[in-house]
């Protein structure tokens, strides 16, 4: 899948209330993140800054990180304090070559 097709598949299944709104920008926020980073994936993203930036706490935060890759959108290792943030791969873009 290309940028424009995830963004347009993310869409779809929160118009159809597959994902609800606040998991809808998580989302994009992780796609935009990836897209940033030359479409490295799988990708660390330190919680932190994700809460600040969507201005959730982190409960919030794991509820809407769990119910994407329960739907097979993400998946994510979790991160160690601030020592090594959670890793991030998002499903249906290829993982990055090493």
């Known amino acids: 899948m290309n940028y424009i097709e995830i963004i ?4 779809e299944m929160r118009e159809q ?3 609800t709104a606040h998991e809808h920008d998580l989302y994009n926020f992780l796609v935009h993140k990836c897209n940033r980073l030359g479409w490295k994936n799988p ?3 330190p ?3 994700v809460c600040a930036i969507l201005k959730i706490n982190r409960n919030a935060f794991g509820d809407r990180r769990n119910r994407l890759q329960a739907m097979g959108l993400i998946t994510f ?3 160690v ?3 090594k943030p ?3 791969t998002l499903t249906g ?3 990055s070559r090493k």
Do not use: D
């Open 8 to 11: 347009n598949a993310a869409w």
């Open 17 to 19: 209330g597959l994902i």
């Open 43 to 45: 990708f660390c993203q």
């Open 47 to 49: 919680t932190e800054v």
């Open 77 to 79: 290792r979790e991160g």
């Open 81 to 83: 304090a601030k020592s």
């Open 86 to 88: 959670a890793e991030y």
């Open 93 to 95: 873009v290829p993982e």
